[in-house]
């Protein structure tokens, strides 16, 4: 059940954290030298209209250093800024079970050779869960007691701007991806998107509903940026798209957690890039700033989490239904 208390607006992923492990929980990104079926050749050649060369992994480490460098160079710094106590393995950029079981296996069991870890996240794409990969992971996750949270990046539950963006894969992978996943006890993050251009807001109410459906555990919101040299960008400077307004991303993200499972776990609500890295980035204000104005609206409107969480479990036999 949820640990969200009647104050809370939604139950944010640092409090999940600290009360499964007990201690303060920080991610440490691991960048791994791969690429994307979506990148190279399987399923196209530039990847989704608004990903760069650098992927998402824009404060990792170079992926010429091996996953014990990068490990050994981070713990230090982030134990002395952060203050935590244990660390999740964050293999983060591009596609990260998009090579070879074997070579996969080495990078994750690289990570559990450090005592501080007590979590590996594997950031991936629903079409690239298989059977083998997970029945390894579900092997270590017993072996080792280290836990496994899979990111499925989905971005958006319109197959439309699926297509538009290609992404290179329809919403129907992503079920199959949640479905296969489910029976080996991982938890499963679910990243999206919520100002994709031709998305409105029943787009955002209906992805909080699939996800809750499904049993999802995490999510992840993103507000989207804009990169150099990424088809996005010329679209975006020949007019062919407009960018909503921050008060209607606010709107989206607070009509999402209305809808969303009180007890799923959110891990963000909106992106954070260096501006420096970026041709448009968060209407030009810092994400904090944003999450606060989500949280203001919210209190504002009386709203919170899984406010309207009731469209389970055949809500149209209610009025035929008896207390026992």
């Known amino acids: 059940m949820s640990s969200m208390a009647e104050k809370d607006l939604y139950r944010t992923y640092s409090s999940y954290l600290k009360e499964k492990y007990q201690k303060k929980v920080h991610k440490i990104p691991i960048n791994l030298p791969v690429t994307c079926p979506n990148r190279d050749g399987t399923l196209g050649t530039e990847g989704c209209i608004y990903c760069g060369e650098e992927g ?4 990792n480490l170079p992926s010429t250093m091996t996953v014990a460098e990068q490990i050994e160079t981070n713990l230090p710094r982030m134990k002395k800024k952060f203050k935590a106590g244990a660390f999740i393995a964050y293999f983060q950029n591009f ?7 074997e070579q996969f296996a080495n990078y994750v069991e690289t ?20 059977d083998k990969w997970l029945h390894y992971l579900s092997e270590f996750q ?19 701007t699926l297509k538009t963006i290609k992404r290179g ?29 031709g998305d409105t807001l029943l787009d955002s109410q209906e992805a909080s509903k699939l996800l809750s459906v499904l049993e999802v555990d995490q999510v992840k919101l993103h507000s989207l940026y804009i990169v150099p040299d990424t088809e996005l ?24 957690l209305e809808y969303l499972d009180p007890d799923m776990v959110v891990q963000r609500l909106v992106s954070r890039m260096p501006e420096g890295s970026s ?29 309207k969480f009731h469209y389970r479990h055949g809500p149209a036999l209610r009025p035929f239904l008896t207390e026992d």
């Open 142 to 160: 017993e072996r080792t007691g280290i836990h496994i949270t899979l990111e499925l990046g989905l971005q958006t539950v319109n197959y439309h």
């Open 95 to 101: 596609t990260n079970t998009y090579l070879p079981l």
């Open 169 to 197: 894969h329809t919403l129907a992978e992503f079920v199959d991806a949640v479905l296969r996943i489910r029976p080996f006890h991982f938890d499963i993050c679910t990243h999206l998107i919520l100002n994709l251009p």
């Open 56 to 59: 998402a992994g824009f404060e």
């Open 233 to 256: 960008e010329r679209m975006f400077q020949e007019d062919e798209f407009s960018m909503i307004s921050l008060e209607e991303y606010v709107r989206r993200v607070v009509i999402f």
């Open 111 to 130: 990570a559990a050779c450090f005592d501080e870890i007590v979590e590996v996240a594997i950031s991936t794409r629903p079409d690239c869960i298989h």
């Open 279 to 307: 041709v448009w980035n968060n209407w030009g204000m810092s994400w904090w700033k944003i999450v606060q104005r989500i949280e203001a609206e919210m209190r504002n409107q009386g709203s919170y989490q899984g406010r």
